[in-house]
């Protein structure tokens, strides 16, 4: 897979923002910056309300993500573009999320809407309504997601990418430095995993890096075994898509799964091995 | 807040302050171009190792704020244009170290 498969940059949207079959979709949990103004055009996909189950910790069953892309009028064959804000971290974790439901045509606007609006581009208020469609998905595809067992079996073994800032993987900041550390799980991380913060794979304003600097990154920087499988995680599983979607899509590792239960859950874990400090 | 473990989005301007607040090292500060507030920008923490940590978009008073812990931390803001400037600050726990960084206005 090339990167021009998996993304597209702001100059192509804007021309391409009208046509036929391309949904641009902007994916955030705060939705108020959709609000306030998106992209022409672009439909809002909320992180909490629409992508999580109501009651259980987990994703919507096949069934309700149906019922979400059939009400947004999205089409099985319709190109969707997604973009957000927070270095597009729920926007890749949406990217992912289509393709565990088998919708194989989508792509990221890179830089999402930090780059949008540095470059200064046209915002607007008003709001597309899409005629509904009838949207039939996949059984969820679990070879790109990973559960809690498995992440401890994988310890020492394959590699875990823990791709939270410095100061998580070390145990000084339980979350990232713009919510509040009050926190209920434990400090630190999954022995044997290998920091490598996401940031580091994006530019200031939010695009990916080339795919020569991220192999770097990843393999000759971090060590990473590209023979092995790989898990990713962060705090709660978007920052991680975001690692995810680089090695996945840009880097074309096959065997690369996201643990979306990720620190909230396995740093609540009764029992399991928790490292501290800054790693080996 | 339900048992559902909140994202870790930023929402402009950063998270509130609350009664909860006061063992926090709160970083917070305004951008402002020419007296006027930066409305659309960004505010980013680096450690002192330079290494990013976290981001918010700037508040519609061109406010930000962090959670941080004691140490020194840099905060770089992001402005339309390529405007951007860089700020170093210390922070502690209980308290709030609040900066007003300025950019270059737009065309200047």
Known sequence: ?280 | MTGEPQGCGAPAGGVAVTENSSGEAIIQGTVSAGGAPVQVGYARLLNDDGEFVAEVPLGSDGGFRFFAAPGTWTVRVLAPGGARADETVSADRGRTSTLAVSVAAPGS
């Not at chain 1, 069934?63 to 971290?89: C, K, M, P, Q």
């Not at chain 1, 990916?208 to 790989?230: H, I, N, P, Q």
Request: include cysteine; glycine fraction near 8%; charge should be negative.
């Open chain 1, 1 to 280: 897979m090339s990167r021009s498969d998996v993304l597209v940059d702001a100059d192509w949207v804007e021309a391409h923002l009208g046509d036929p079959g391309v949904v641009l979709v902007e994916v955030d949990e705060d939705t108020t910056a959709y609000d306030k103004g998106h992209i022409a055009n672009a439909v809002k996909i909320d992180w909490k309300k629409d992508l999580q189950d109501p009651v259980r910790r987990d994703f919507v069953d096949k069934h309700g993500f149906e019922e979400l892309l059939s009400a947004r009028g999205i089409s099985n064959d319709d190109l969707v573009i997604l973009y957000g804000g927070n270095n597009n971290w729920f926007a890749a974790y949406a990217y992912w999320y289509f393709r565990l439901y088998g919708h194989a045509n989508v792509k990221l606007l890179d830089g999402g809407r930090k780059k949008w609006e540095l470059d200064s581009r046209d915002l607007v208020t008003d709001v597309v309504q899409r005629p509904r469609t009838s949207y039939h998905a996949a059984d969820p595809d679990t070879s790109i997601r990973a559960f809690r067992d498995e992440v401890i079996a994988a310890i020492g073994q394959r590699n875990l990418v823990d791709v939270r800032s410095p100061d998580e993987f070390s145990g000084k900041l339980l979350a990232p430095a713009h919510l509040p550390q009050e926190q209920a799980q434990r400090a630190g991380h999954i022995p044997t995993a290998k920091n490598v913060p996401w940031s580091k794979a994006a530019n200031d304003d939010g695009t990916f890096k080339s795919d020569d600097d991220l192999r770097k990154l990843y393999g000759d920087e971090a060590g990473l075994d590209f023979g092995r499988d790989t898990i990713a995680y962060c705090r709660i599983g978007e920052r991680s898509a975001h690692t995810w979607f680089v090695l996945h899509e840009l880097l074309d590792q096959p065997k690369v799964k996201n643990y979306d239960g990720s620190w909230t859950e396995y740093g609540s874990l009764v029992g399991v091995p928790i490292e501290l400090g800054a790693g080996r």
